[in-house]
């Protein structure tokens, strides 16, 4: 297999207005076509294979961190409006008993109103929340591409310095374990994302789960470590220990 480039020489925006690019459609991230090529040349269908797996990675980190524009600037006016109205609800009444302000308590009384409102409509409308979640995610792809990156080059100079291990196809299927696994864990990002919002729409709060989804983990690894430890016996009683043989006399 071919050394491919690490770095895309075109932007996210590019990507997507490219040739052959799938791209973003307004409002909602969409699924992708997988490449159908010819294998007769599998170090170019490889190289293929990963600039769909990158460019699916940009497009979908572009998509969050164009998303949490709006949420961020809608956030800020919501929380600088609470912080404005708590502010003048608690000076105006002192104004208004100090004498400089005189009938002025009724309006603080409305300040206060407006702070309240503007962190229930924050809260409501999850847009903090939000924008947490959304660059969150966007930089959980990254690192994951980064992750990818380097996998990629691994194999690149191992198949270029050599020895290389094994045949030819197992190279070519170790190669395209190393982009499936890659597909797999962008996808549980954004499931894991969506999971989060559903769960915030439900209950009223954000456990941002993202931040459980470890980029380039072993998902066969971690259900092996967890049944490592086994659960403590329901029924309340103390599990029974083996018995060691006692030692032979001499």
């Not at 990507?15 to 799938?22: D, V």
């Not at 949490?68 to 929380?79: C, E, G, S, Y």
């Not at 792809?141 to 691994?154: G, H, I, K, S």
């Given at each position: 297999m071919g050394q491919p480039e690490m770095q895309p020489d075109r932007s996210p925006?590019?990507?997507?207005?490219?040739?052959?690019?799938?791209g973003l459609r307004p409002g909602d991230l969409t699924g992708r076509a997988f490449p159908h090529g010819d294998w007769g040349e599998p170090a170019l269908r490889l190289d293929e294979l990963y600039r769909w797996a990158e460019r699916g990675a940009l497009d979908t980190a572009a998509w969050y961190l164009a998303d949490?524009?709006?949420?961020?600037?809608?956030?800020?006016?919501?929380?600088g409006g609470a912080a404005g109205g708590a502010v003048i609800g608690a000076a105006l009444p002192l104004l208004d008993l100090t004498g400089v302000a005189d009938g002025a308590t009724p309006w603080g009384y409305l300040a206060l109103l407006l702070a309240?409102?503007?962190?229930?409509?924050?809260?409501f409308f999850g847009v903090t929340s939000g924008w947490i979640r959304d660059v969150a995610t966007a930089q959980?792809?990254?690192?994951?591409?980064?992750?990818?990156?380097?996998?990629?080059?691994?194999?690149?100079?191992?198949?270029?310095l050599g020895p290389a291990e094994?045949?030819?196809?197992?190279?070519?299927?170790r190669c395209l374990g190393v982009l499936r696994r890659f597909s797999e864990d962008v996808t549980e990002l954004m499931?894991?994302?969506t999971a989060d919002w559903m769960v915030e729409?439900?209950?009223?709060?954000?456990?941002?789960?993202?931040?459980?989804?470890?980029?380039?983990?072993?998902?066969?690894?971690?259900?092996?470590?967890?049944?490592r430890f086994a659960l403590p016996p329901t029924n309340g009683t103390r599990p029974n220990m083996p018995r060691q043989r006692p030692p032979e006399p001499r």
């Open positions: 925006q590019e990507w997507r207005g490219g040739e052959g690019a799938a949490r524009v709006w949420k961020r600037r809608t956030a800020r006016a919501l929380r309240v409102a503007c962190l229930g409509t924050d809260r959980a792809v990254q690192r994951r591409l980064q992750v990818l990156q380097f996998d990629w080059a691994t194999e690149s100079v191992r198949e270029v094994g045949t030819a196809g197992e190279a070519a299927e499931r894991a994302e729409f439900r209950t009223g709060s954000a456990p941002l789960g993202i931040q459980s989804a470890v980029p380039g983990a072993s998902r066969p690894d971690a259900a092996a470590a967890l049944a």
